[in-house]
């Protein structure tokens, strides 16, 4: 007997490009007029949208559409949220009226660690890469010739120069680390999300090469932690000069000054404005022909958006 079939969604105000493209994830490719294949764990997806509709373009039955319901967050009502963020902050407006599609992917913990320690110093295909690398060789093949992302117990045997030689260089050794403290129960994620956030950060942090940066992006995307502000050099330096008037400002301030902006939604906050700043610095790319030399998001001497409180 067939599985019924989930063939669309309807889900206004949400951008399939945004979402897939904002760095929350890496296992996934874009096709010809806007198609998208994404890979969770041991789920696959192909997915294009028209207007607000989102249309599954290979056979899905209910309960894998259930599964991406989920992932994509699809059932939140993100107006509201969007509403309160934006009220008194002509910043956040801006970044809203750029990114407004983005929705916080709902990803699978291990995943989620692995790829962001994966993506410390590095450049998202490049990231995407060692990812499908690591699934190729140690995950589970999947009908389609793509693979599952390897669980822990599969990645028992991997070491360091295993590592290496998929492309992860000093990140291996954390890599590794973060395989041992999983498997032998150090970091546990059914503790993680029943601690407290400082719990939680705090228990990520023992992971070697795991910095507060790491900690908070997988909370944020892998456990569900809206309250945190991942903030990495990018960030700070647009909070510095779209809120602080280009005042050169310490971590924990800025950390103060999300809090008390965006309160409980200050890592929806944080995409809207990476997404900003990374769109408004490709519209001034193609301005102006000098900066087409510069270096990616990030760098020292890379255009911010103008304007500020």
Request: proline share 3%.
């Amino acid at each position: 007997m067939r599985m019924e079939e989930c063939k669309s969604v309807f889900c206004p105000g949400f951008s399939l490009a945004q979402t897939i493209e904002s760095g929350q994830c890496f296992r996934w490719k874009k096709w010809e007029e806007g198609r998208y294949t994404v890979l969770s764990g041991a789920h696959q997806v192909m997915l294009a949208q028209t207007g607000d509709s989102i249309l599954f373009l290979e056979e899905t039955t209910q309960a894998e559409a259930a599964y991406w319901r989920n992932y994509f967050d699809w059932d939140r009502e993100y107006d509201k949220i969007k509403e309160r963020l934006c009220r008194r902050d002509r910043v956040m407006e801006k970044a809203v009226s750029v990114g407004g599609g983005i929705r916080i992917l709902r990803q699978e913990f291990f995943e989620t660690l692995m790829g962001f320690i994966v993506s410390q110093n590095n450049h998202i295909p490049r990231i995407m890469g060692i990812m499908e690398r690591i699934s190729q060789n140690y995950g589970t093949p999947l009908e389609s010739g793509e693979f599952a992302f390897p669980t822990p117990q599969q990645l028992a045997a991997a070491s360091e120069e295993d590592f290496r030689r998929l492309g992860a260089g000093f990140r291996a050794r954390y890599l590794t680390d973060a395989v041992e403290k999983v498997l032998s129960g150090q970091v546990s994620e059914e503790r993680l999300r029943q601690a407290d956030t400082a719990a939680a950060k705090a228990e990520l942090m023992t992971i070697c090469g795991v910095g507060e940066k790491v900690a908070d992006c997988v909370l944020l995307f892998g456990l569900g932690r809206w309250e945190v502000f991942p903030t990495d050099v990018w960030i700070r330096r647009m909070m510095e000069q779209l809120y602080f008037r280009g005042k050169e400002t310490g971590l924990k301030e800025i950390q103060k000054e999300a809090e008390r902006r965006f309160g409980a939604y200050r890592g929806l906050a944080q995409q809207y404005l990476f997404y900003y700043g990374r769109e408004s610095q490709q519209e001034r790319r193609k301005r102006d022909d000098k900066n087409k030399c510069h270096a990616s998001a990030g760098n020292g001497g890379d255009p911010l958006p103008d304007g500020g409180v």
